[in-house]
């Protein structure tokens, strides 16, 4: 998340077929970061992630790579009421 004024990275996506290697990037607004709680922000990083996801179907991946599946896993880790806690615990 960066301010406004410093934007280097603008939303979009990249992908390099010989380096096999994808980017996306997508926009949170700053100002309704600077203005959320710690968990209102993390649905919006959440949903930004979600919105990548989405994104990496338009590019000329694999035909093996299951973006629908993949976004399904990450909603249920998302799902996890604090999952970002959870990894941070120590394994046992």
Same mark, same amino acid.
């Given at each position: ?23 996306? #990037?997508? &926009?949170? !607004? ?7 709680? +710690?968990?209102?922000?993390?649905? %919006? ?23 629908? #599946?993949? &976004?399904? !896993? ?7 009421? +604090?999952?970002?806690?959870?990894? %941070?615990?120590?394994?046992?």
């Amino acid at each position: 998340i960066l301010r406004p004024e410093r934007m280097l990275f603008p939303p979009g996506t990249y992908f390099d077929k010989k380096k096999r290697s994808a980017e996306i #990037a997508v &926009k949170i !607004d700053y100002d309704k970061v600077e203005k959320a709680s +710690k968990e209102e922000i993390i649905e %919006m990083m959440e949903n930004a992630y979600l919105e990548g996801i989405d994104l990496i179907s338009t590019l000329p991946l694999p035909a093996n790579f299951d973006v629908a #599946a993949f &976004k399904k !896993d990450v909603e249920a880790i998302f799902a996890v009421d +604090k999952w970002y806690e959870l990894a %941070m615990e120590p394994s046992h």
